[in-house]
């Protein structure tokens, strides 16, 4: 036996006597084993081979495993954790839930660096969360990109995409900046996936509602809107109530953030308030933003949330629970608190249920 395969022939498992196999049920043993694991042939191929039902080859097979004849190791990227994934997956009711290890220097009391921080939603988080989408995307798809850093962290980690088009979901953070933006973003995930790109050239707050909706009437804007209700799968970003961390808490007044501070907000994401619970506070504050509506991005099928860092894993949490977002691409330290936290209603992400009806 090739001492390279994964599969063991012994007398003892994990230190507890078991009863000895002949060798001839050994010699048999293994090389079903072998053609099962190895090979890939069906019960019934090794069957046939064997001169055997396939009833025999199961029990055969059965009979390895808990003997441990054989031996199955599940192997991952060093960099992803599979049992906190599937852990938060079935916690939170996610469709799709990957945590990637967090970088060695992300202290959790270190301050955050902005922009561009990497101790909150390191670019690590970017590349996962590019592969991700190009399992997610199929052609013909609708991707909506919403802005924040670890979008286009994402977006520039890029590298393969089924044809679809792309649209922008949210206004720009500062229209100076639009190059290096989401806007350069959008433009980013077109061009890998050879479709249309539909870039929003404005900012994502606005001074007062009556100039935010002078703005959704534009043409370029109105077409990106229209686009909206098209949307098959969308990638969204994070951020807490606090400064670095949330793009629309910087871009208030200090009496505006003290304002919706007092409403108990926990969590922004794309211009959305929540409180600890998920619930959408501050609406009046979307009248003056650029950015998809709440209930349109509930209708999206897919809607994927990068962020990571314990920093913001309050924020994840809340949004979480908001039945908004399907799937999660975060760091173990996000993860361990969530996984810690006080467990959210029935599968919120699955269910997509609104916490204020």
Request: proline share 6%; aromatic share 4%; hydrophobic share 45%.
């Amino acid at each position: 036996m090739n001492s390279s395969e994964e599969i063991a022939v012994s007398a003892m498992s994990a230190g507890r006597s078991v009863p000895r196999m002949g060798p001839a049920e050994l010699v048999q043993a293994a090389a079903m084993a072998r053609r099962f694991y190895l090979e890939g042939k069906s019960k019934i191929q090794i069957a046939e081979e064997f001169g055997v039902s396939r009833f025999k080859v199961a029990r055969v097979l059965e009979t390895a495993l808990e003997r441990d004849l054989v031996r199955i190791e599940i192997r991952v990227p060093a960099e992803l954790d599979a049992e906190r994934s599937d852990a938060l997956r079935a916690r939170y009711g996610l469709r799709h839930a990957v945590v990637v290890e967090s970088p060695a220097d992300a202290a959790p009391d270190a301050p955050a660096a902005f922009p561009g921080s990497t101790l909150t939603d390191p670019e690590n988080l970017g590349q996962v969360a590019a592969d991700l989408l190009g399992e997610l995307v199929t052609e013909g798809d609708v991707l909506g990109l919403a802005w924040g850093r670890s979008t286009i962290h994402m977006a520039a980690a890029l590298h393969q995409l089924p044809p679809c088009t792309v649209v922008q979901l949210t206004g720009v953070y500062d229209a100076g900046t639009a190059e290096r933006g989401s806007v350069e973003a959008v433009r980013r995930a077109a061009q890998v996936s050879g479709g249309e790109a539909h870039p929003i050239y404005a900012p994502m707050l606005l001074p007062d509602p009556a100039t935010a909706a002078a703005l959704r009437n534009q043409t370029g804007i109105a077409r990106a809107f229209e686009y909206f209700d098209k949307v098959t799968v969308a990638a969204v970003s994070i951020g807490s109530w606090e400064p670095g961390i949330s793009t629309v808490h910087d871009m208030l007044s200090d009496e505006e953030r003290a304002h919706y501070a007092s409403l108990g907000v926990a969590a922004e994401m794309s211009a959305h308030l929540f409180d600890a619970q998920g619930r959408r506070v501050g609406r009046d504050l979307g009248e003056r933003c650029i950015t998809v509506e709440a209930d349109r991005l509930r209708r999206v099928p897919e809607v994927v949330a990068i962020a990571g860092g314990l920093r913001k894993a309050a924020a994840i949490d809340a949004v979480l629970r908001s039945g908004l977002v399907t799937s999660l691409v975060t760091d173990t330290a996000a993860a361990d608190f969530l996984l810690n936290e006080t467990a959210p209603g029935p599968r919120p992400a699955l269910n997509r249920a609104d916490p204020d009806d």
